[in-house]
Structures are given as C-alpha cells and as structure tokens.
C-alpha cells in the first residue's frame, strides 16, 4: 500500500512517500507567497522520485500549520500527533519527543506505540524555534550553516538574559562591540534557547529516552546546548527534519488500512 504524508510548516513544506511501511522517498521545498504552488511542486516532487503518479497512492495525510492548504489530502493529521508518531517508529525507545521547527517548539510524552499522552507548545515567539538562529547568525554576520559548529568551540558560558529576538539582536551586537568572541555569543545564542525549550518541556514528565526531531535537530550547537541542559543524551533520528512528514505517512497507512 502506498501512501503519502505532507508537512506543511511555516518555512518549508516536506513530502514523504511509504510503500508497505518502508520510506521510498521524500522532497522538501521553501514555502513561497503561493503556498499551494510550492505544495504541489514537492508532492509531484516526491512521486517522481517514487516513479508514481497521484493515483497510485492510496491515501494522502497532512500535518503541519498549512495542513488546510493541501486541496487533495485525504484527511489531517495533528503537528503533535505526527511528530510523535514518527519519532517513536524510528526511535522505539522514545518517550518524550521534542520537536523544534521555524517557527514553533513542542515537547510531547508518548506511549510505546507513538500515542501523545500529554504535550506542551512554546509561545509564539521565536526564541525557542529556528528563525531566532537566522536572525542571531545576520547579528553576527555569520553564515546560518556556521553559527552551531562555531558554538561548540566555545570553552567558556555567558548568559544571555533577552528572550525576544529585538532585544536579543541588540545584546548580540553589545557583546559584539564589547569584543566577546563570537564562539561564545553563539554558544550562548544556543544556551538561551535550550532553556527556553527545557523549560516548556518541564511541565511534562521528561522521561527517557529523549528524541529530537524538526529542522533545528540538525545544528549541532543547539543539539549540544540541549544535552548539556537536560544533562542526558538526545537521540536524533536521520532526517530529522521529514520525521512529521513521515509520522504523517503512517497515519496515512493506518486510516487506509481502517486503523486510528
């Protein structure tokens, strides 16, 4: 059976397609001003990778913030739901899942089957997502790709006290000005937002294993950053950042095959 799970997040929309349980392809694509174009573009994206065309599939499911912009889905699946869903298939010993994206953080506590027993969302403020990394990496004048690998040749911890990104930007450029070496601004860029994201994962029961899923998974100074406030190991599935999409999928094959 094939089916496919599409994640429609505020920065990228990303497509899985699985064929009897095992992942044969996926795409991703920058959301642009026409959110349905770029949908459209990674999904035809993702069957030609498969070598199918829309018909072949036998359901669609989609996720994310957008998940209402995708004319042909079959159903919608919940962001919390997916990612757990997801994580906890490829990371069987997971049961709390955090799932850092563009825009928004979310810590959930899962079953041994992937279900959502409780679940915490950031506020909508972008200190505990990625674009605060975008924005501290203009502050600095550093490329995004090379804000976390400058973060971990940091040997010393300053704190950052700004949480919203005006102010934040504005403490980076003091500490700038005041000649503190930029591995140690980004280290406590990523410090900063590990806290913010352990904080809100607090009101859950954080329990072992942790995974991390969602496009910030990949910088590996927050990666850091978190293990060191957590003080345990993060597992992190590969391709973290498809880990929804793919949850999104599953859900896709049980509802076609008559499950929840």
């Given at each position: ?16 397609i ?15 001003f ?20 829309k ?27 997916a ?17 850092v994206?563009a825009e928004?953080?979310?810590a ?14 950031n ?13 501290m990496?203009?502050?600095l ?6 804000i976390?690998p ?8 300053i704190?950052?006290n700004?949480?919203?990104v ?42 072992e294993?942790v ?6 998974a ?5 990666v850091?950053s978190?293990r060191r ?12 950042e ?11 094959a ?6 929840s």
């Amino acid at each position: 059976m094939k089916v496919a799970g599409i994640d429609v997040g505020a920065k990228f929309v990303k497509v899985v397609i699985v064929d009897d349980g095992n992942l044969v392809s996926r795409s991703s694509r920058l959301m642009g001003f026409e959110q349905k174009e770029s949908i459209e573009e990674a999904f035809k994206e993702a069957l030609e990778k498969a070598g199918l065309k829309k018909e072949d599939l036998t359901h669609t499911t989609a996720t994310g913030s957008g998940k209402t912009e995708v004319p042909f889905a079959d159903d919608e699946f919940t962001e919390v739901s997916a990612a757990a869903k997801g994580a906890v298939n490829l990371i069987p010993s997971a049961r709390t899942v955090i799932d850092v994206g563009a825009e928004e953080g979310r810590a959930m506590h899962t079953n041994a089957k992937g279900k959502v027993l409780d679940f915490v969302i950031n506020e909508r403020c972008a200190a505990g997502a990625g674009s605060f990394t975008e924005a501290m990496a203009r502050a600095l004048e550093i490329p995004l790709e090379e804000i976390g690998p400058l973060s971990l040749k940091s040997k010393k911890s300053i704190p950052m006290n700004a949480q919203c990104v005006v102010f934040a930007e504005s403490e980076v450029v003091t500490l700038v000005h005041q000649k503190t070496p930029k591995e140690d601004i980004a280290r406590a860029i990523h410090d900063a937002m590990a806290s913010r994201i352990i904080s809100m994962a607090r009101r859950l029961s954080i329990e072992e294993d942790v995974a991390l899923v969602g496009g910030l998974a990949n910088n590996v100074g927050f990666v850091e950053s978190l293990r060191r406030e957590l003080n345990m190991d993060v597992k992190i599935p590969e391709e973290p950042e498809y880990v929804p999409a793919y949850g999104a999928a599953l859900a896709a094959a049980s509802r076609a095959g008559g499950g929840s």
